[in-house]
């Protein structure tokens, strides 16, 4: 994702005029087109953790250094001159500005460029805009004879109003196709350039101050959406795309009545596609995990849930969670406007309940996998893990990788125990969640992982995105985890990771300590009826380690198949 | 059936939810008439004859509720429910005299395989037709004791299985029958109970 520039010229000085009412404007960040504390948009792929924060604009942009190779070099001539009067004298205040005006100009004449190329004779706002003028005070006879034929401008409200939103739409549109900018950044370019007279000039004072609040709306938009989700901006919440990158037309997925969810391919910054699934964020949720766990209703934090989970696998080094970030895309579903939503990487492999080939749920690899998305969950707090939000994925002659998504439901301040996600019959406190209790079992990977964890860590990784109730909880499961391993190790129950196929490991499995289980069981009795079941146990039990008689078990279970429920 | 909790008369939301699921190209879910007079629209994309606390999502939280309230109204809820981008589910749920059948599957989320899932949906919507047929049937014939009822939860997402229950029954101490093979487990029990085959009995009151 190439860098964007603030339009009035890649500085942070805010520009003259920028309110239109007299009164500086909200304390945004990406009013005016400018990113929160002017932060390069940069997508997380391609950054470390420093480069996320927020830094200072580049003094001079390169694409106005490969663009205009001779006022460059005239520049530094100027700057060479500076340099050498000041070493005579000392700096005035004069040379201390001049490099941020020298960037103004360039960034002035830039925009001067993209505005006269983007909208020839100013487009169609000002178009209609100098009509209402010389309506209003015409000068010439053919002015005077149209002001007579369609009398006084009227007041743009109503209908009028609509017609000159959509104007201004376009206009800007057309300023960020032409510049391969975004809309918001394109908003601002059009709204810097009435402030500097590029245009409009000789409008009604009073359709200047509209247009001007138009467009602020129109830049306003993106900050509009942090703060209508009430979702903080941070550099875990930035936009890692924008409208720019979309590379195809988003196609919806999910109903669109009631859930809104699109296929996205998007532009990396390496040039490689981003094949992603785009959900725009709603300021309410409701779920049963969520609300017994202290999950506000009106203000459910969905995307700091998704991003604190993502963050936490990815400090354990457990590979189970899609790669997830924030969005602000077009969806075309006729707003016309980008939507700030979640983007997740397209899963591989098939949800866990559409697994129908057994066999997969009790490979080795399989078990260690979704074992770590269960730990996961116990540390997180997720308490709506079913089949249908994990999926695993065999690829030919590798590894089994496992990937969790709608990871929403976790974090809530009442889960202190990492067992408070099992489900439990008959219990109204526990009877809605869909996870399952601690692991019988865990290997030296999981175990280190998980110990080396400290509180510090945890606070470190959560303090931005979580509250100090939610973080004090993490803090709790993550105790409680370990002291279950404890006691797992004492047992004798730490195996190394490639002894999940072993007979022993396999029994002490079950449907309520084990997620891989729960899904097998749930395999067989849907495959394979009664029968399937008995094969089960009775092939776990006898011979587990036998191939043949697993095998056996299983061909029987695939060839009733047809037999579900 | 017991009387339900929306009156009809108010404007039924039956036409629109039938036209839901007429756009998702699914059959509607056999909700009796006098149910289906009582829908109201209470979310964006579901209908129940009652106000409730719950969204249909919940579903173990209407399994236990039919267990801890013995006298629940009638209810019927039809719709689809969910979050995120793939924990989305159709929902079919009837309480009535004599049966309580929750069926929620997958369908509307991101990665759904719309036919397979459409084919499944369809077919387990006519096998509920065709119980509650049989087990008008069986009413009819006066083979199902006051207070007793079919429980079925048909869940991809939670529990799946299904029992006998009566009102004077420990509903946490009675377990479940499998989920394999049940919806030809339970046409057969209740052709045996029609047949006089299989005799139902309430439980003494604890």
């Known amino acids: 994702m190439k860098p964007i520039s603030n339009p009035s010229g890649g500085t942070v000085r805010p520009v003259e005029g920028t309110s239109t009412d007299g009164a500086r ?93 983007a909208l020839p004779n100013g487009g169609a706002v000002m178009k209609r805009l100098k009509d209402r003028a010389a309506r209003e005070r015409p000068s010439t006879s053919a002015e005077k004879w149209h002001a007579l034929r369609n009398g006084k401008p009227k007041p743009l409200d109503g209908d009028r109003r609509n017609a000159f939103d959509a104007l201004i739409y376009a206009d800007v549109m057309a300023l960020a196709e032409t510049g391969k900018i975004d809309f918001w950044v394109a908003a601002a370019t059009m709204r810097a350039a009435v402030v500097d007279g590029t245009l409009g000039h000789g409008i009604l004072a009073p359709d200047r101050q509209l247009l001007l609040k138009t467009l602020d709306r129109m830049a306003m938009h993106v900050a509009l959406n942090y703060e209508s989700k009430n979702l903080n901006v941070t550099s ?39 094949d992603g699934v785009f959900k725009p964020l709603t300021r309410t949720d409701r779920g049963w995990a969520a609300g017994a766990t202290g999950i506000p209703e009106d203000d459910p934090q969905t ?118 996600i099992q489900r439990v019959d008959g219990d109204p406190e526990r009877w809605g ?49 370990k002291i279950h391993i404890a006691q797992l190790r004492s047992a004798g129950r730490v195996i190394e990771p490639e002894q999940w196929g072993r007979a022993d490991v396999q029994l002490r499995l079950s449907a309520k300590n084990s997620y891989v289980e729960r899904e097998r069981v749930k395999a067989f009795a849907w495959q394979a009826g009664w029968q399937g079941i008995k094969a089960l146990h009775h092939s776990r039990r006898r011979a587990a380690c036998d191939v043949s008689t697993r095998r056996d078990a299983r061909g029987r279970a695939a060839s009733a198949r047809n037999n579900i429920w | 059936m017991n009387t339900s909790a929306n009156e009809p008369g108010n404007g039924s939301a039956s036409p629109t939810a039938q036209a839901l699921f007429e756009r998702e190209r699914l059959p509607f879910p056999p909700v009796p008439p006098q149910l289906a007079a009582s829908l109201q629209q209470q979310g964006p ?96 014939a006066g083979k199902i004791p006051d207070g007793m009822r079919l429980q079925v939860a048909a869940s991809r997402f939670g529990h799946a299985g299904w029992r006998w229950l009566d009102a004077t029954q420990d509903a946490a101490a009675t377990r479940w029958k499998p989920s394999a093979g049940m919806k030809a487990a339970m046409l057969q029990e209740l052709d045996d109970v029609i047949g006089g085959r299989r005799l139902l009995k309430t439980m003494p009151p604890r």
């Open chain 1, 303 to 420: 995307a700091m849930r998704n991003i604190a989970t993502l963050s936490y696998a990815k400090k354990l080094g457990l590979d189970v969670i899609v790669d997830t970030r924030l969005a602000l895309i077009d969806t075309d579903t006729g707003r016309g406007v980008p939507e700030l939503g979640l983007i997740m990487e397209r899963s591989l492999g098939e949800p866990a309940y559409r697994i129908t080939d057994v066999s997969v749920l009790t490979r080795p690899d399989v078990c260690a996998e979704v074992t770590k998305l269960q730990l996961l969950d116990h540390l997180t707090g997720q308490g709506d893990r079913h089949a249908g939000n994990y999926f695993i994925h065999i690829p030919p002659n590798g590894r089994a990788k496992v990937m969790g998504i709608d990871n929403d439901q976790c974090f809530g301040k009442n889960m202190t125990d990492p067992a408070g």
């Open chain 2, 45 to 140: 994309g579901w209908f129940a004859t009652r106000p409730l606390s719950s969204t249909p999502y919940d579903f173990d939280h209407f399994l236990a509720e039919v267990d801890a309230q013995s006298g629940l109204p009638d209810y019927a809820v039809v719709g689809f429910d969910g979050h995120g981008i793939n924990s989305w589910a159709v929902h079919f749920y009837l309480v009535g005299k004599g049966i309580a059948l929750f069926i929620q599957l997958p369908w509307g989320g991101a990665y759904l395989e719309p036919e397979p899932a459409r084919a499944e949906i369809a077919e387990l919507l006519e096998w509920a037709e065709t119980l509650l047929s049989r087990l008008r049937l069986a009413e009819s």
């Open chain 1, 25 to 117: 404007g909200p304390n945004i960040p990406h009013a005016a087109g400018q990113p929160p504390r002017s932060v390069d948009l940069v997508s997380r792929g391609e950054q470390s953790d420093a480069s996320m924060r927020p830094r200072a604009a580049p003094p001079i942009l390169s694409r106005q250094v490969s663009s205009q190779g001779g006022e460059i070099r005239e520049e530094a001539a100027e700057v060479r001159q500076a340099t050498a009067a000041t070493r005579e004298r000392g700096p005035t205040l004069e040379d201390l500005l001049a490099p941020e005006r020298r960037q103004d100009a360039t960034a002035r004449k830039e925009r001067v460029q993209l505005v006269h190329s």
């Open chain 1, 236 to 274: 875990d919440t930035l936009p890692a795309f924008t409208n720019s990158q979309v590379l195809e037309k988003p196609t919806m997925l999910g109903s669109g009545t009631y859930n809104s969810v699109f296929a996205v391919k998007l532009q990396n910054p390496d040039g490689s596609v981003f």
């Open chain 1, 433 to 481: 969640f869909r996870g399952t209790g601690l692991p019988p079992v865990v290997d030296t990977e999981m175990e280190h992982k998980i110990n080396k964890l400290t509180e510090r860590n945890i606070r470190f990784m959560l303090g931005n995105k979580l509250s100090e109730e939610e973080i004090e909880a993490a803090i709790s499961r993550h105790k409680g985890l």
